[in-house]
T-cell receptor, first 110, second 112 residues
Framework: EDQVTQSPEALRLQEGESSSLNCSYTVSGLRGLFWYRQDPGKGPEFLFTLYSAGEEKEKERLKATLTKKESFLHITAPKPEDSATYLCAVQGYQGGKLIFGQGTELSVKP | EAQVTQNPRYLITVTGKKLTVTCSQNMNHEYMSWYRQDPGLGLRQIYYSMNVEVTDKGDVPEGYKVSRKEKRNFPLILESPSPNQTSLYFC???????????FGQGTRLTVV
């Protein structure tokens, strides 16, 4: 069964303190791994798609990486506006289900 | 403006009274899906559709129905709502399976 586990559940950082969020997954044939950002009361907002092990993508202070078992979202020198819940999701080739992890709630204090 | 539109945004209803939450996208996307989000349980997929007239169950389909008669619309139907369906619901669309999803603003449903 396809599964996604994110850690930690919550992360508190000081502004400028870099860190990483983890997404461990099991899927029978990875079609894609996705990272989203979600602000309270709003729909998730797309950040990255990764398709194969070794792939990396960057956007401003965020960098996503992928191995065969996990993905990391690295946050470099975060700012308070980076505070949000970060969601990881996977989709396999068998069918079209999209499975989300429970998210990491990030808080960045000035 | 490219968007996914859900209606209504907020709904309070009584147990057993049939309701429909509408979802429409203007991006000509093939893939559409519905999710519910509950504290501590995260975002869970209810149903998805990879094309017109093609729908499949997600992880939590019990108590819900969907239809995809045209590409742009994907309504969620609760034929006999119960209090355990109180939740925040999101509709999303993607160009295709395996591509980025665009989410609607959400529908907060309360069943009393």
């Amino acid at each position: 069964e396809d599964q996604v586990t994110q850690s930690p559940e919550a992360l508190r950082l000081q502004e400028g303190e870099s860190s990483s969020l983890n997404c461990s997954y099991t899927v029978s044939g990875l079609r894609g791994l996705f990272w989203y950002r979600q602000d309270p009361g709003k729909g998730p907002e797309f950040l990255f798609t990764l398709y194969s092990a070794g792939e990396e993508k960057e956007k401003e202070r965020l960098k996503a990486t992928l191995t065969k078992k996990e993905s990391f979202l690295h946050i470099t020198a975060p700012k308070p506006e980076d505070s949000a819940t970060y969601l990881c999701a996977v989709q396999g080739y068998q069918g079209g289900k999209l499975i989300f992890g429970q998210g990491t709630e990030l808080s960045v204090k000035p | 403006e490219a968007q996914v539109t859900q209606n209504p945004r907020y709904l309070i209803t009584v147990t057993g009274k049939k309701l429909t939450v509408t979802c429409s996208q203007n991006m000509n996307h093939e893939y559409m899906s519905w999710y519910r989000q509950d504290p501590g349980l995260g975002l869970r997929q209810i149903y998805y559709s990879m094309n017109v007239e093609v729908t499949d169950k997600g992880d939590v389909p019990e108590g819900y129905k969907v239809s995809r008669k045209e590409k742009r619309n994907f309504p969620l139907i609760l034929e006999s709502p119960s209090p355990n369906q109180t939740s925040l619901y999101f509709c999303a669309s993607s160009p295709d399976a395996g591509t980025e999803a665009f989410f609607g603003q959400g529908t907060r449903l309360t069943v009393v």
